[in-house]
């Protein structure tokens, strides 16, 4: 083996390592944790901009999943677990709340959360512009 293959494998070795772990598809759909009303203004916004329906009241549930690899029913017994009445709202592909593996959101309105989907957060960032020059050299 020549020097050169050696390092070509050798490379490809330490890339293949540390991307093994997120190369994989995601096994089961999951839900995304509520905001709350005093996360506004604190975090960056999200796409569905409140925690209930401003009509009726009830509490959004939203799950991500990806249609390629996981069935309605996975979908539907998760959102049957932590969703008591669950009635549509949306289904879109959103990159912004879901991971790339599991593109799309799907909403739902119930009419209760259950106790662990209720007080789940999602993975908050600071909003904290930067408005000074940045140089890129």
């Known amino acids: 083996m020549t020097r ?3 390092l070509a494998v050798l490379a490809g070795f330490v890339l293949a390592v540390p991307l093994s772990g997120c190369s994989g598809p995601a096994s089961e ?6 905001w ?4 506004y203004g604190k975090y960056e916004a999200p796409l569905v901009t409140q925690p209930n ?5 009830r509490p ?14 996975q979908v ?6 932590h969703c008591s009445d669950p009635q549509l709202q949306r289904n879109i592909t959103d990159l912004y709340s879901c991971s790339l593996l599991s593109p799309v959101r799907v909403t739902y309105s119930c009419s209760a959360l259950s106790r662990t989907a209720e007080e789940a957060r999602p993975n908050l ?3 904290e512009s930067y408005t000074g020059t940045i140089d890129l050299y």
């Open 125 to 127: 960032l600071r909003s």
């Open 60 to 73: 959004y549930f939203s799950v991500c999943y990806n249609s390629t690899l996981h069935t309605a029913e």
């Open 36 to 39: 709350k009303i005093e996360d």
């Open 4 to 6: 050169s293959s050696l």
């Open 76 to 81: 539907r017994a998760l959102v049957r677990k």
């Open 29 to 34: 759909p999951y839900y995304i944790g509520r």
């Open 53 to 57: 329906d401003p009509v009726t009241g």
